[in-house]
């Protein structure tokens, strides 16, 4: 079943936001931990918790909005917004994709261990014995492992990616005023 955008949201917040959380620079002025971060439709809402009322909006065209006024922005400044939503679009993307395979791995596992049960009880008869049981659980466990360094592979390159947005979300609530005012102001809250 082919996941939701909401999903995508979802998993991104589940998976991915522990990292990049996690990955704060001390050098970055801009607070990446005290951001709400979610796609609704095309459009990643960022919602900054010191200031409540305050929606930050990206749109599919790439255009950024606070609350509902359009940011006028330099080619430069335009250019790190669409790179950021395109990262966290892929980030979200990728998450989801990382929590529906670790899910099936999960599911393959469990299955693993009730093939297991199921052989012990057919090691009661004389036509299977306990390299019967081995050979079979063998080839099962064998399909699991490779599918979970997939998966490992696929956590790293998340990972990296996090790294990156990290920077991308540095670097774009420095360098557009408006979102540096943002930060600022929400400083003054505390």
């Known amino acids: 079943m082919p996941f939701s955008r909401y999903n995508k949201a979802l998993f991104m917040i589940i998976i991915f936001l522990p990292l990049f ?3 704060h620079d001390k050098d970055c002025t801009a607070p990446i931990d005290d951001f709400d971060i979610d796609f609704e439709y095309d459009t990643l809402i960022l919602e900054y918790e010191e200031l409540p009322n305050t929606i930050i909006r990206i749109t599919d065209d790439y255009r950024l909005f606070i609350n509902g006024a359009p940011v006028e922005l330099d080619d430069e400044q335009a250019e790190l917004v669409k790179d950021y939503y ?7 993307s990728i998450a989801s994709k ?5 899910s ?4 393959n596992g ?16 004389d036509d299977y014995d306990s390299d019967d049981l081995e050979r079979d659980l063998e080839k099962d466990k064998e399909v699991l492992v490779k599918n979970a360094q997939k998966l490992e592979k696929q956590g790293k390159r998340l990972k990296a990616m996090a790294k990156e947005l990290k920077n991308l ?5 420095t360098e557009v005023k ?13």
């Open 21 to 23: 959380l996690f990955a």
């Open 86 to 92: 395109l990262q966290m679009e892929d980030i979200t």
């Open 98 to 102: 990382l929590g529906y395979e670790g």
């Open 104 to 107: 099936k791995i999960g599911i």
């Open 110 to 125: 469990l299955k693993l261990g009730a093939k297991s049960i199921i052989g012990i009880f057919k090691l009661l008869s």
């Open 169 to 173: 979300h540095c670097r774009l609530f």
């Open 178 to 190: 408006e979102l540096n005012a943002l930060i600022e102001e929400g400083k003054e809250t505390d």
